[in-house]
């Protein structure tokens, strides 16, 4: 995988770079919004295309379940079945199964679980995750990997982890079977990501660390981190984990997080980052500006004739008004869910372009301490 | 109002025309998209634009509620408040507050009713619901009336139908005083429609046509049809009242309908028509062809490469295909929503045009004989 580091912040770990796949470039550090039942909700690709999104995640448990990954392969992949043509990730759909709680049962062969749609009895394990990715056809496939839940012994880790390590070997020889075998691909250059584990300890993140980069990776994230545990122990964890990873790799830190996690990740030395939040806050009538969140059903807002933020230059600060805003969120209106989408999104891609921006003109970390300052979490 | 026919079918009684307005022209026949709420569900005001929307309709039963009429003044009118700057006609409420049933009483000073939204009490008059169109600034307000029941007696009917043409005489009174008033006016060149009642009653029909010409109004739209009776009595209704309005004003034929209605009223000398049809269709997955509806749910479009029309050139048939649509439907997401009201308001936009063009080009009875035989209800 080709990735390019542009310019280095000097005062933080933060960096700039370029990561270049099939489908496109990607200027990192970068937010990806998450598409998760192959449509980021509310938006049509032209609009993510006119926000300037660079690359999508898709969730494969979800499209294996619905509409299932053979039928999305029979359209030539996820990037032709939605009609977006930039990159896409796909996560391993380790997290969402892990998630279903009673409904899965883990064993060293792999995970089976019942569908939340309709109970039907599933398995997934590193080979499948890695056929179901496939099939997708995505530029970057994530090992299927355990996620640890929070808290958790050390015992309980430690083995959680190493049966991690086991399956992120077996994807790569699932990865490489594919290439060796010349199995018809949909997208032959998929690049294919380690997922770091090891809990809250930071001995067995390390090790972690060390077996990934002895299996080797084409990039390394760093997975459950932003389980339910305090944003100060996740900041340390991710102070400790990201300096061990591979200079020359992307790095991905895994659903986080809020504006400012991705400021202070980004400071940490990541280069991706992806979350539900944006979108799921905007559906929500919850609305970034560069000073914190703003609930837009409060009655303030009811004649507020000014935009979300008044130096925004998406198309909803452009056109519409906080008191219409209101009145649409309140009248259940469909349009409340997409114009609060393209303004959080575009809040989101827009901090990704200014961090960017910083690093690039070795002031970061002047930036993030006025970042820091003007945003109220 | 400056209404131009610009060509006349030689066959039937179909004619094209344009509309003036402050907001700017409108081609006729036209269909307006309904915009209930201050949106037409679903879509921005961009993508209305793009699919050549020239005109909508806004409801004053619901923007009088919620936000109320003031606040939508005090931002300078709908189109300032909803982001749309081409023209809009707003309906009396009448029709609205007719629908609430037990919930409403009428007088001949107007109508009492109970909000559908927290049960409030309030009362709509003509007057008031004039002033309400004022402070909405529409480019065409209608006159509060009262929609008969269907089926309804001789008597009812006839009280009905000359309640309304009081009300009608009182409307044109409230629009004419602000005028010479000089009241402040948001948009200072509303124009006023007359709306013909009587039921299934050619004699009331006939005497509401004379009582609204007496009164003068800038255009007269047909109401009370749609609403329960068979299809073939609306349009025998259709077929005895249209003739009798004035050649040189638009006609519209309110709350109607159907691509073969849109067909058949536009060869009875319609020139502008609105239906919730193709926005709540579309909502519902039922998307319009040349041939008839399509229900993307069901089982044939699983593996459906094709988009909805092959031959249709909006941005869902050029984007996306059954399969995918018919996933975000079952899916529940919100960009089925988006995608298949892109379609159908497409389409009805798209037929307004080739009824258009096929008057212009004084083939539209041909093309007539030929929709009716292609298109199956």
Not at 91 to 102: A, H, I, K, T
Not at 142 to 156: I, L, R, V, W
Not at 177 to 197: M, S, T, W, Y
Not at 345 to 374: G, P, T
Request: net charge neutral; hydrophobic share 40%; with cysteine.
């Amino acid at each position: 995988m080709s990735f390019e580091i542009l310019a280095k912040d000097a005062r933080t770990l933060a960096r700039a770079g370029k990561l270049t796949m099939t489908h496109g470039e990607v200027l990192t550090p970068i937010f990806m919004p998450v598409g998760t039942q192959g449509t980021v909700k509310g938006m049509t690709p032209e609009v993510l295309y006119a926000i300037d999104a660079q690359i999508l995640l898709g969730n494969t448990y979800h499209l294996y379940l619905r509409p299932g990954h053979e039928l999305i392969q029979s359209f030539g992949g996820l990037h032709r079945f939605m009609g977006w043509d930039r990159p896409i990730l796909t996560d391993s759909g380790g997290f969402q199964v892990y998630s279903l709680g009673d409904l899965r049962k883990i064993s060293e062969e792999g995970v089976t679980f019942r569908s939340h749609l309709d109970g039907s009895l599933h398995t997934l394990s590193p080979e499948k995750s890695i056929e179901v990715q496939q099939g997708l056809g995505s530029d970057v496939m994530m090992c299927f990997d355990e996620c640890a839940p929070y808290p958790a012994s050390h015992e309980y880790v430690t083995h959680s982890m190493d049966m991690s390590m086991l399956w992120a070997e077996r994807c790569k020889i699932a990865h490489e079977q594919a290439k060796e075998r010349k199995i018809a691909l949909i997208n032959p250059a998929q690049h294919l990501f380690g997922i770091v584990q090891g809990g809250m300890y930071p001995d067995l993140r390390a090790r972690s660390v060390e077996r990934l980069q002895a299996i080797g990776f084409d990039g390394y994230a760093i997975g459950g981190l932003s389980v339910g545990e305090p944003k100060p122990l996740m900041f340390e964890m991710l102070e400790q984990t990201a300096p061990l990873l591979p200079e020359n790799a992307p790095r991905y830190l895994m659903g986080v997080g809020t504006p400012l996690d991705l400021v202070r990740g980004a400071a940490l030395g990541i280069d991706m980052f992806d979350c539900v939040m944006p979108t799921r806050n905007a559906r929500n009538g919850s609305l970034f500006t560069k000073q914190g969140k703003m609930t837009i059903k409060q009655a303030q807002y009811r004649d507020d004739q000014r935009p979300i933020e008044p130096d925004c230059q998406c198309y909803t600060c452009r056109n519409f008004s906080r008191a219409y805003l209101r009145h649409l969120f309140i009248s259940k209106e469909i349009l409340a869910s997409i114009l609060n989408t393209i303004h959080n999104l575009y809040f989101y891609l827009d901090l990704m372009s200014r961090i960017r921006k910083a690093i690039a003109e070795n002031r970061f970390d002047e930036f993030k301490v006025r970042f820091e300052r003007e945003y109220v979490e």
